[in-house]
């Protein structure tokens, strides 16, 4: 399912962050979104997620407006995993996995043996089965992660947002984690949109690119295309190279700090 901003406009107190943002989000695509700090990244998801509000300008979900949907709606067609998710109560990493699923089930239902299965498989594709009867709360920041990641999953949803989700997670990890997102892409025609800081991460495995600066589109479309040397500089201010690298079969950027404009 795709997206559409027109005319945005968003401030935090005494921070404007976007002015009159127009930006078309394809469905059943991997966009990359990368920008410096502070560029409006993190605030675009919140627009497209509808945990905030635009204060003008239209953010479009399918079609229709996002207002239209109910939030027991979006949770069946919009997942998040965020990069920092604060977890202070002792639920074990089953019970966590588990609340991906209460979007599907009936109010004070019981789980159906879909639901289980769903819940079994994903704490399997991200590693966390062996420890599903353990308290998140005793877990390490990349395992706490994994979790997050897999309750995203379990919510089965035709939208996954990633901001900056694997920020924590070891490189083994990282990779298994966005092959199995990239999977679903390309298998099942899932729309995912994920934050990165890391350049090379963002050129290996988004399709389209989203370049932001200073709250402003820099450059838009597919990956190859925007992804260029003078784009670059003009977002990050570096010197970089941009070629598919023979190992890897991947798009891959080489850098360093550009000289003063």
Do not use: W
């Not at 070891?170 to 997102?181: A, G, Y």
């Not at 290996?204 to 597919?222: C, F, I, N």
């Not at 295309?225 to 080489?254: S, Y």
Request: proline share 5%; glycine share 8%; with cysteine.
């Amino acid at each position: 399912m795709s997206f559409s901003l027109k005319g945005v406009a968003f401030a935090h107190p005494g921070k404007p962050v976007f002015n009159r943002l127009d930006l078309d989000l394809p469905a059943g695509r991997f966009t990359g979104i990368i920008g410096p700090n502070g560029c409006g990244k993190t605030t675009l998801l919140d627009l497209i997620c509808r945990h905030r509000i635009p204060q003008n300008g239209s953010v479009r979900y399918a079609g229709c407006s996002l207002d239209r949907y109910d939030r027991r709606t979006l949770a069946r067609q919009i997942a998040l995993v965020p990069q920092d998710y604060g977890i202070n109560f002792p639920f074990t990493v089953e019970e966590m996995v588990f609340m991906g699923r209460y979007p599907h089930m009936p109010r004070f239902g019981v789980p159906s043996p879909d639901d289980v299965q769903r819940v079994q498989q994903v704490m399997a594709d991200c590693d966390v089965l062996t420890f599903k009867d353990r308290p998140v709360t005793a877990l390490s920041g990349g395992e706490r992660q994994r979790v997050v990641f897999a309750r995203a999953l379990a919510q089965d949803t035709p939208v996954l947002i990633l901001d900056e989700a694997t920020a924590n997670l070891d490189v083994c990890h990282t990779l298994t984690l966005l092959d199995l997102v990239a999977d679903l892409v390309s298998d099942k025609h899932r729309t995912v949109i994920g934050v990165f800081q890391d350049l090379n991460l963002a050129a290996a495995y988004s399709q389209e690119l989203v370049m932001l600066r200073d709250g402003r589109v820099v450059a838009a479309g597919s990956t190859t295309d925007a992804l260029t040397p003078l784009n670059l500089k003009t977002v990050f201010d570096i010197d970089a190279r941009v070629a598919v690298d023979d190992f890897t079969g991947r798009l891959q950027v080489r850098y360093k700090r550009g000289g003063r404009r």
